[in-house]
Structure formats: C-alpha cells, structure tokens
C-alpha cells in the first residue's frame, strides 16, 4: 500500500513536521507491522528523523546546512541557481526507512519526521510505501 502526499511550504529553507500525517495514514489502513519508506519527490527537498521537541533544533539546523552550502557560491555553474538545495538534499537525504510495530511508527521519545525544503516555497508532495511484514 502507498499514498502520496501533497504540501505547501512557505518558505526558502522550512523544515515541516509530517509524523502525524503518517501516522495518520498508517492507522486508516490498519498495517500492524512492516517497514514504512517516507520519500521526497524532488531533488531540492529532502526527508530526515530529527528531534521535534525543541524547534530551536529546525533553525539550528537549517542554519548549519546554510553556513556550509551557502545559496550563492561564485563557482556554481548549475543554470537554475539552486545548487546549494541539490548538495543539502543529498546531505540529508530523499528518503527515510521506518519500523512500524503493533501499529506504530517505532520513533524515540523526541523523534519526527521531517519534510525538509530548500528551494522554497513551492507546491511538493512526499510518497509513503508500506511493506506490511
């Protein structure tokens, strides 16, 4: 089973929580146990596990990966300008791999999921795959 997912961002470099949306998705189809993929459909945005208690730690985050892929580097030669998007996306990745057990995502106590822009804003979506198991 899978769905894909569409959002909005509103911002250049956003960090939105999506746990609760698949979370939500995984209890409708009733899938006890397996493993659940969270992609990104796009090569300027990414997904991650972070902590989601603190949101110092998405701006904390979406600083560093700034001060090391700055948006404009004189040596970039990609056309769209968006290179630094492609070099974080492939820092964080596009996809995250998750155990769902007894019905639940198996996350730490701090632990979300991340839908992670960099070429914002824009309309995107994410695609969940469930392998039941």
Not at 26 to 33: A, C, I, P, T
Not at 57 to 65: G, I, N, P, S, Y
């Amino acid at each position: 089973m899978e769905k894909t997912f569409n959002l909005k961002t509103t911002h250049h470099d956003q960090m939105l929580d999506i746990t609760s949306e698949v979370a939500s998705y995984l209890r409708e189809q009733n899938v006890q146990d397996g493993i659940v993929i969270v992609s990104s459909l796009h090569t300027t945005a990414g997904i991650t596990v972070n902590e989601n208690a603190d949101p110092d730690v998405k701006t904390d985050f979406l600083r560093r990966l700034q001060e090391v892929y700055p948006w404009e580097h004189p040596k970039d030669r990609h056309m769209e300008g968006n290179t630094a998007a492609h070099l974080k996306v492939s820092t964080v990745g596009h996809n995250q791999t998750l155990v769902l057990s007894n019905g639940k995502l198996v996350l730490g106590t701090w632990q979300g999921i991340y839908f992670c822009e960099f070429d914002g804003p824009r309309h995107r979506k994410f695609h969940v795959k469930v392998m039941e198991g």
